[in-house]
C-alpha cells in the first residue's frame, strides 16, 4: 500500500511527456489507483493503519507499566508493524491525497 501510495505515477496519471505504451499503462495504473481511493478513502486507510500500529499484546503493556524507563516512546516503538504504519500514514499525506486526514 505504502509503495502504492508512494508512487507518483499511481497518484497523479500520465504527465506531459509520457508516450506510447507507457502512457497507456500509467493510465491504467492511475485507473486502478483511483477507484480503490474511491472505495478506501484516505481517512479509512489512515485509521486502519493507525489501529494496527498501535494495537500491542496485553503482556507488552504490562512489561512497560511494570518499567516505563526502559522504553521511553512507549511499547511496540521500534517494531516494524510501527514504523510501515508511519510510512504508510506519511505517504497518505502526499498530494492529491493532502487533505486533512484528521479535524
Known amino acids: 500500500l505504502t509503495r502504492g501510495l508512494n508512487t507518483a505515477a499511481f497518484r497523479l496519471g500520465p504527465r506531459p511527456g509520457d508516450q506510447g505504451g507507457h502512457e ?3 493510465s ?3 485507473g486502478q489507483f483511483l477507484e480503490f481511493m474511491r472505495r ?3 481517512e479509512a486507510l489512515c485509521e486502519l493503519c493507525c489501529s494496527t500500529a498501535l494495537r500491542l499484546p496485553p503482556q507488552e503493556v504490562q512489561e512497560w507499566l511494570r518499567d516505563p524507563e526502559d522504553l521511553m516512546q512507549g511499547p511496540s516503538s521500534h517494531t ?3 514504523t510501515a504504519a508511519e510510512e504508510c500514514i506519511r505517504a497518505l499525506s502526499q498530494a492529491p491525497l493532502d487533505l486533512p486526514l484528521v479535524e
Do not use: K, S, W
Open 40 to 42: 478506501h478513502p484516505p
Open 24 to 26: 497507456a499503462a500509467v
Open 28 to 30: 491504467a495504473c492511475h
Open 80 to 82: 516494524e508493524l510501527r
